[in-house]
């Protein structure tokens, strides 16, 4: 059973006078068929663990583990670490023009699969995922995230979670910006990947909206740079009565 | 991509609408002629020459670069009906696409001494194209070449450059009343080649032409493709891809002259830069006269910067002096291939060179679509395989 395993991580960005903590010691195991969110105000490291954990240049790790199975996450190049299962759907993914989605997304799964898959079967897959998430099949077609409205760029992202079937889900912020259909959508698409049983996911988000669709199994609260507090679902609802102010003036705000 | 200008390029573009201040033709230094003692020798600020190396164009545009017996060997192959002559430069044929527009030019056709003209006859379809080679053979040479495409016919021409040279050419396409030509012009040459050439187009009543102009090799290529119209309904597609590595210097000088009504142009351009003093530049000037009512047209170019280092200059300008046209527009961008677009690939675990591949691979994909030559196409995407890996390297 697929493990990712974190253990006090530290996490640093470069700022303008010098390099600024932003995780201060995270520790965390998501198995597989786990649900995990991680909740907590702006600013707090939630977007910061999801891009680490992804392996983006701009944050270096300053201390700590990441293992998935045992392997070092961290020593992976960002590609590594996708093939090898990670997968970060993305806040604000970006436009990559002359680049179609169709071309990308089999691109993309044959670089995680190892081999191109069939073409008569994957034509198949990728028009059911499509109708599943209610895309237009023209959507093919176009330009990856190119004049994509936010509903359309959060669908795609989901919409590759189905088709690459990684062993740890990273979901960021997906529900920033989705109304309510698409956020069912969306939810729905999540829900699909989660009863597999075959992912784990990080769930990370600001608000308890998307929990009334997608059900963790542990909550976590997120302030400072670490995690705070862990629960279970009863977590999520103290927070939508209470807010995140006694964690913020707990530990300060990071930002 | 178009808010996101690299550090050292210009996309200062500009629209003019009604009585030109300052026209088109009125920028350069000196007006069009054949002979070259009409134009100055330019040193560099001149409107037409401001982009330009001029110490990298080894003499060709000040009178001391002389023609050398090795200098390119030209060889045409054309399908049956086509002729294929080597004339004197007293041939009535020549010059009748327009004079030279700058001194290289006007050199050019000063110091030829034998011009090629391929003619097909007219209301004759070709099947295959008619591939004509220059191959530099270390020299320096003027070359002139007349296309003669006659009335209803349709043709392909391949314009393929290859090896070392320095040369400065004028290359004159002349279409008939309801002609399809459609040329495509390579620019592969090794990378010491220098090459100035003139590539005008005179367009026939209801003619079609289609340019494609792909440049990838030399040291310094600077081109002026123009399309100029005979009479009404005629309709001209002007596309280009470059390919700019380090050190570099490859310009495209467009211009497309509306002074016919109800005639249309189409241009699209598009370059990928990388490496150290790559610098790509596009000029692209439309000029819809008072005369020429009902036009449509539209000019784009799009670049694409690969690396740090590399700068590109795009001006297009657009000039109207009549209200009574179809559509005008113009549109110009340079983009960065950005870390966050590799961070996304890679995220999805496509390798970083592969990520490169398919951005540069996508962004050319309608151009080369354009072409509609398998094998020239299979060329271009091997070259732009090869560049790629060289800058990975």
Redesign the interface.
């Known amino acids: 059973m697929a493990t990712l395993e974190i253990h006090d991580l530290h996490v640093s960005v470069e700022a303008e006078n010098g390099p600024r903590e932003i995780l201060r010691g995270v520790d965390l195991t998501v198995k597989q068929g786990e649900t995990h969110a991680i909740m907590g105000p702006n600013g707090s490291g939630k977007s910061t663990l999801a891009y680490s954990l992804?392996?983006?240049?701009k944050y270096t790790i300053t201390g700590g583990t990441v293992t998935l199975d045992g392997e070092n996450v961290l020593e992976m190049?960002?590609?590594e670490?996708?093939?090898a299962g990670v997968?970060?759907a993305?806040q604000y993914?970006?436009?990559?023009?002359?680049?179609?989605v169709s071309?990308?997304l089999r691109?993309?799964a044959t670089?995680?699969r190892g081999e191109a898959p069939k073409l008569r079967t994957w034509v198949k897959e990728v028009k059911g995922a499509m109708e599943r998430l209610q895309m237009d099949p023209a959507f093919a077609e176009r330009?990856v995230n190119e004049g994509f409205s936010g509903g359309e760029k959060k669908r795609h992202e989901i919409l590759?979670l189905e088709l690459?079937k990684p062993k740890i889900a990273i979901l960021d912020e997906t529900d920033s910006g989705l109304d309510v259909d698409a956020l069912r959508i969306v939810s729905e698409g999540v829900n699909r990947v989660r009863e597999t049983g075959e992912v784990g996911t990080l769930l990370i988000t600001h608000y308890t909206r998307i929990l009334r669709y997608i059900k963790p199994d542990f909550v976590h609260v997120f302030a400072n740079g670490r995690i705070a507090e862990s629960g279970g679902a009863e977590l999520a609802d103290k927070l939508e009565e209470e807010g995140y102010e006694a964690y913020v003036t707990k530990g300060g705000v990071t930002a | 991509?178009a808010d996101n200008t690299p550090a050292g390029s210009t996309t200062d573009g500009a629209i003019q609408v009604g009585g030109p201040k300052q026209p088109i033709d009125a920028r350069v230094s000196a007006p069009a002629s054949y002979d070259v003692a009409d134009f100055p020798v330019p040193h560099g600020r001149e409107e037409e020459w401001r982009f330009t190396p001029l110490e990298r164009l080894r003499g060709l545009h000040d009178g001391t670069a002389v023609a050398t017996g090795a200098g390119v060997k030209v060889e045409v192959e054309a399908p049956e009906g086509v002729t294929v002559e080597t004339v004197g430069r007293d041939d009535a044929r020549l010059g009748k696409a327009g004079k030279p527009v700058d001194r290289v030019a006007a050199q050019a056709y000063s110091s030829f001494e034998k011009a090629s003209v391929v003619s097909i006859p007219k209301e004759t379809q070709l099947t295959e194209p008619v591939r004509i080679s220059v191959h530099g053979e270390g020299g320096v040479a003027f070359g002139h070449q007349v296309v003669e495409v006659g009335a209803f016919s349709e043709a392909v021409v391949v314009l393929d450059h290859t090896g070392d040279a320095t040369l400065a050419a004028n290359v004159e396409y002349l279409l008939g009343d309801g002609a399809k030509l459609t040329v495509v012009s390579v620019q592969d040459w090794d990378a010491s080649a220098v090459h100035a050439a003139q590539h005008t187009a005179l367009v026939g009543r209801d003619a079609s032409f289609k340019s494609v102009i792909v440049t990838f090799g030399g040291d310094l290529v600077r081109l002026h493709p123009r399309v100029v119209y005979g009479a009404p309904g005629g309709e001209a597609e002007l596309y280009g891809l470059y390919f700019t590595d380090r050190g570099q210097h490859q310009e495209h000088r467009l211009f497309v002259d509306h002074d016919t009504p109800h005639c249309r142009s189409n241009v699209a351009y598009k370059g990928a830069l990388q490496g150290k003093d790559a610098h790509a530049v596009w000029i692209g000037d439309v000029l819809i006269r008072a005369e020429a009512e009902g036009t449509d047209t539209y000019e784009l170019n799009r670049n694409l910067v690969l690396t740090d280092g590399a700068r590109v200059d795009s001006v297009p300008n657009l000039e109207i002096e009549t209200g009574e046209i179809v559509g005008a527009g113009h549109a110009s961008a340079t983009?960065r291939f950005?870390?966050?677009?590799l961070?996304?690939?890679?995220?999805?675990?496509?390798?970083?060179d592969?990520a490169r591949r398919?951005?540069?691979?996508?962004?050319?994909?309608e151009l080369v679509q354009q072409i509609g030559l398998p094998d020239v196409e299979e060329r271009l995407l091997a070259k732009i395989e090869a560049e790629l890996g060289a800058s990975v390297a």
């Open positions: 992804a392996g983006h240049p190049s960002v590609d670490r996708a093939r997968f970060l993305m993914p970006v436009e990559v023009p002359g680049v179609s071309n990308f691109t993309s670089a995680v330009n590759q690459l | 991509m983009g950005e870390d966050e677009q961070f996304y690939l890679m995220a999805r675990g496509i390798p970083a592969e398919l951005v540069v691979r996508g962004f050319f994909a």
